[in-house]
T-cell receptor, first 111, second 115 residues
Framework: DQQVKQNSPSLSVQEGRISILNCDYTNSMFDYFLWYKKYPAEGPTFLISISSIKDKNEDGRFTVFLNKSAKHLSLHIVPSQPGDSAVYFCAAGDTGNQFYFGTGTSLTVIP | DTEVTQTPKHLVMGMTNKKSLKCEQHMGHRAMYWYKQKAKKPPELMFVYSYEKLSINESVPSRFSPECPNSSLLNLHLHALQPEDSALYLC????FGQGAYNEQFFGPGTRLTVL
C-alpha cells in the first residue's frame, strides 16, 4: 500500500512561470517531509524539507507548503528554469529514519 | 567532502555469482541506507545502519547481505540473485541516527543487471 502518492506523473511548465508539484500521504504519524530532485542516471538530490511544526519553508526559488489536516504538501518553484527539468520525489517519515517515497513527478520546463 | 560515492556504477552478474556493492561517505554521517529502485517506481528502503548497527531490515531476502565495516563504509553483498533483482541500488547517508529528523544524501547508484 502506497503511503505517499504523487498523482501527477508529469508536468510541463513554461520557463519563468510557477511549477507546482503535489504530494499526498496517508499516515498521520509522518512528521517530516522532504523533496528530492533526480536526473537520469544520478541519485536523488535533496532539495528542501519541512517538519510538521511548520506550514511553509522557503529556500530561494523553492517553497514547500504543508497542510497537515489534508495530509498534503506541495513544492512551488518560482521562476521555473529549464535546468529544473527532472523527476521530483516527495518523501515522508518520522524520527525513525524510515522514509517513504512517492512515485515521482517528471517536470519539463519549456524554454 | 560532501558526497556519497558508490562503486561500481554498473554491474552485470549471473545468478550463481557473488559480488559486492560499495558505498562510502566522509561527511561524518552516522546513519547509512540501502535502497532499491526499479524503473518508474520510488526508491524502496532495504536496510538502515544507525551508529554502525543494523537498525532496520525491511524483510529483504537473505541473498542480500549488508555490512557496515566502519562509520564511513557500507557494503551490500550479493549472492544467488534472481533476474527480478535487476534494479538501481542507491546508498544514502544522514547526519544522525534514529531519533532525529535529518535529510538523506544519496549516491549516484549502482545499476545492477542479473542475467
Amino acid at each position: 500500500d502506497q503511503q505517499v502518492k504523487q498523482n501527477s506523473p508529469s508536468l510541463s511548465v513554461q520557463e519563468g512561470r510557477i511549477s507546482i508539484l503535489n504530494c499526498d500521504y496517508t499516515n498521520s504519524m509522518f512528521d517530516y517531509f522532504l523533496w528530492y530532485k533526480k536526473y537520469p542516471a544520478e541519485g536523488p538530490t535533496f532539495l528542501i524539507s519541512i517538519s510538521s511544526i511548520k506550514d511553509k519553508n522557503e529556500d530561494g526559488r523553492f517553497t514547500v507548503f504543508l497542510n497537515k489536516s489534508a495530509k498534503h504538501l506541495s513544492l512551488h518553484i518560482v521562476p521555473s528554469q529549464p535546468g529544473d527539468s527532472a523527476v521530483y520525489f516527495c518523501a515522508a517519515g518520522d524520527t525513525g529514519n524510515q522514509f517513504y517515497f512517492g512515485t515521482g513527478t517528471s517536470l519539463t520546463v519549456i524554454p | 567532502d560532501t558526497e556519497v560515492t558508490q562503486t561500481p556504477k554498473h554491474l552485470v552478474m549471473g545468478m550463481t555469482n557473488k559480488k559486492s556493492l560499495k558505498c562510502e561517505q566522509h561527511m561524518g554521517h552516522r546513519a547509512m541506507y540501502w535502497y532499491k529502485q526499479k524503473a518508474k517506481k520510488p526508491p524502496e528502503l532495504m536496510f538502515v545502519y544507525s551508529y554502525e548497527k543494523l537498525s532496520i531490515n525491511e524483510s529483504v531476502p537473505s541473498r542480500f547481505s549488508p555490512e557496515c565495516p566502519n562509520s564511513s563504509l557500507l557494503n551490500l553483498h550479493l549472492h544467488a540473485l534472481q533476474p527480478e533483482d535487476s534494479a538501481l541500488y542507491l546508498c544514502a547517508s544522514s547526519q544522525f541516527g534514529q531519533g532525529a529528523y535529518n535529510e538523506q544524501f544519496f549516491g549516484p547508484g549502482t545499476r545492477l543487471t542479473v542475467l
